[in-house]
């Protein structure tokens, strides 16, 4: 299970305050991300597996040591309680998030901000869960979280102007550029991003090009560090397919319908590198059953 959280002591001051975002690659475990922060870092329901990519990612530095030291991992939702600030990660799935909102309004403190990394669901809706909607917000990092600079966030019809600037100081401190998009569908860069995945699908099942020729096309072609089905690999075909039905129906509009051959490989479990398998694939190819 994953869970991205960070729980947040502001009184430690703001030198003590480091991001080491991680990502699990555990062929065997479940993905998980983690945002371990310099006071202290908290990963719930990571069943511990989430420690794995981060040390060995941080083994030599003095900095990775401290860090882990902070670290805590838990099954246990209950412990986190007394967090300021909650970061969830989870599936995108609508229900299964507001499943989680609702539970982690009960658990939490009144004074905790419960922020989400979704890619596209609404974050209004996300806190019609909540009984708390002044405190919930969009924290959308991009992938990988240590490499990229850019989090996005997302306010809610209700989220209020000093969630906003808490979350906004919090992703800066973590050395991020920001931007703010209003709630809509995708927001802004999984609503420019998708349709080009999804048109790359869609020029590959017409038959218009090999898979090859449409990455380096565009790579070489529009100057993007990967071509879009590696990319769409490397994010998870599930979740593209995911943001592209948010997008379809979010919108309305017909230009937004996943292309077919995203719907089958999602179908086949070709999910993408996380898999083993997807538009391309890596070394040992894991299938799950998902009955
Ligand atoms: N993949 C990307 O490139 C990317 C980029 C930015 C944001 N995101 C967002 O981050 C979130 C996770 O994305 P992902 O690609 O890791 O998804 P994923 O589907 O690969 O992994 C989701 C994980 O959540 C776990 N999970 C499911 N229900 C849970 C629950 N109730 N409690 C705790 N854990 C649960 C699953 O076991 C799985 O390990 C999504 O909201 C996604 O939109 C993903």
Same mark, same amino acid.
């Given at each position: ?141 991009m992938n990988p979280p240590p490499i990229m600079k850019l989090v996005e966030i997302v306010r809610g019809a209700d989220t209020s102007d000093e969630t906003f600037m808490t979350v906004k100081s919090l992703a800066e401190r973590f050395g991020k550029t920001v931007i703010c998009s209003h ?24 038959? +218009? ?53 995203? +719907? ?14 997807? +538009? ?12």
């Amino acid at each position: 299970m994953m869970m991205l959280v960070v729980r947040w002591n502001t009184d430690k001051g703001r030198d003590s305050l480091q991001s080491y975002p991680c990502r699990n690659t555990r062929k065997d475990g479940p993905q998980s991300n983690v945002l371990v922060r310099g006071c202290v870092g908290y990963c719930a329901l990571g069943g511990g597996r989430c420690c794995f990519e981060l040390v060995r990612a941080l083994a030599d530095s003095e900095a990775g040591d401290n860090a882990l030291k902070r670290l805590r991992c838990s099954t246990n939702a209950e412990e986190l309680r007394t967090s300021d600030i909650i970061i969830e990660a989870i599936v995108e799935s609508e229900d299964v998030k507001k499943k989680l909102f609702s539970a982690l309004d009960k658990i939490t403190k009144p004074s905790t901000i419960l922020a989400s990394n979704t890619s596209s669901i609404s974050i209004t809706r996300l806190a019609s869960a909540t009984g708390r909607p002044r405190q919930v917000i969009g924290m959308h990092f991009m992938n990988p979280p240590p490499i990229m600079k850019l989090v996005e966030i997302v306010r809610g019809a209700d989220t209020s102007d000093e969630t906003f600037m808490t979350v906004k100081s919090l992703a800066e401190r973590f050395g991020k550029t920001v931007i703010c998009s209003h709630d809509y569908p995708g927001f802004v860069v999984n609503r420019i991003l998708m349709p080009m995945i999804n048109e790359a699908f869609f020029t590959l099942y017409t038959g +218009v090009a090999a898979k090859e020729d449409i990455d380096v096309g565009m790579k070489l072609g529009t100057n993007q560090p990967m071509g879009p089905l590696e990319l769409a690999d490397f994010i998870g075909l599930d979740v593209c397919l995911s943001i592209m039905k948010v997008l379809h129906t979010g919108l309305g509009d017909s230009k937004y319908c996943p292309c077919p051959l995203l +719907v089958q490989y999602v179908d086949a479990g070709r999910l993408g590198r996380k898999r083993g398998i997807g +538009v391309y694939t890596y070394g040992k190819v894991l299938y799950k059953s998902r009955l």
